[in-house]
């Protein structure tokens, strides 16, 4: 018997190996456990949504902004201390380089096609979250670059928050300012944005 098996041989199973993968899928899937590709697509909708939101509160508030305050004189918040005033600001956020409007709108559109491509890699919620505050405020200033005065590419970006001995910013820059210390705290606590922990 045992020379016939080993004359006949035994017959391949060329499919164990991926039967073997759906059925351990599957039983993620019975008990509630989300696989790795599923996962990716929750934080790539996180992303967008966050993404979104800024993007359209920034736009709705310049819309205000500029319908109601613009030419106007400015509206005290808290005093002296937080007014909202309507400037038109051609250089970076909060005023920053006013001479290099194109090369900001060259950067902010770099920075959108930079996070579009490291989405398909992005398993962690917190870095969803950051970088859709990047895109939604980099998105934000950049209609802003495009359809605004004096031209395309070199339009002037609206601002309008108005602090006490600070710069004037809008929505779009505080929500690239936040994304951005985001992404410094979860870079010092190890968290890369496919999920995983590395300790130096």
């Known amino acids: 018997m045992a020379e016939a098996e080993s004359i006949i041989g035994t017959p391949d199973i060329p499919d164990a190996e991926g039967a073997a993968e759906d059925g351990a899928a599957d039983r993620a899937d019975d008990r509630g456990?989300?696989?790795?590709?599923?996962?990716?697509?929750?934080?790539?909708?996180?992303?967008?949504?966050?993404?979104?939101?800024?993007?359209?509160?920034?736009?709705?508030?310049?819309?205000?902004?500029?319908?109601k305050l613009e030419h106007h004189a400015p509206v005290e918040i808290f005093g002296d201390w937080l007014q909202l005033s309507a400037i038109r600001n051609a250089g970076a956020a909060f005023g920053i380089g006013e001479a290099y409007t194109v090369i900001f709108t060259c950067i902010a559109a770099t920075v959108i096609v930079v996070i579009a491509r490291l989405a398909r890699k992005l398993y962690s919620l917190p870095w969803a979250?950051?970088?859709?505050?990047?895109?939604?405020?980099?998105?934000?200033?950049?209609?802003?670059?495009i359809f605004r005065a004096p031209g395309t590419f070199q339009g002037a970006v609206v601002d309008f928050i108005a602090p006490a001995h600070f710069a004037v910013f809008n929505?779009?820059?505080?929500?690239?300012?936040?994304?951005?210390?985001?992404?410094?705290?979860?870079?010092?606590?190890?968290?890369?944005?496919?999920?995983?922990?590395?300790?130096?």
């Open 33 to 67: 456990e989300e696989t790795a590709p599923g996962r990716g697509k929750r934080r790539i909708m996180v992303l967008f949504a966050v993404a979104v939101f800024a993007y359209l509160i920034d736009l709705i508030s310049k819309m205000l902004v500029v319908a």
């Open 129 to 145: 979250i950051a970088l859709g505050l990047l895109l939604g405020g980099a998105l934000g200033n950049l209609t802003d670059r």
């Open 171 to 200: 929505l779009a820059d505080s929500a690239i300012c936040c994304g951005g210390v985001l992404i410094v705290i979860l870079s010092f606590k190890g968290l890369d944005p496919d999920g995983t922990v590395h300790k130096d």
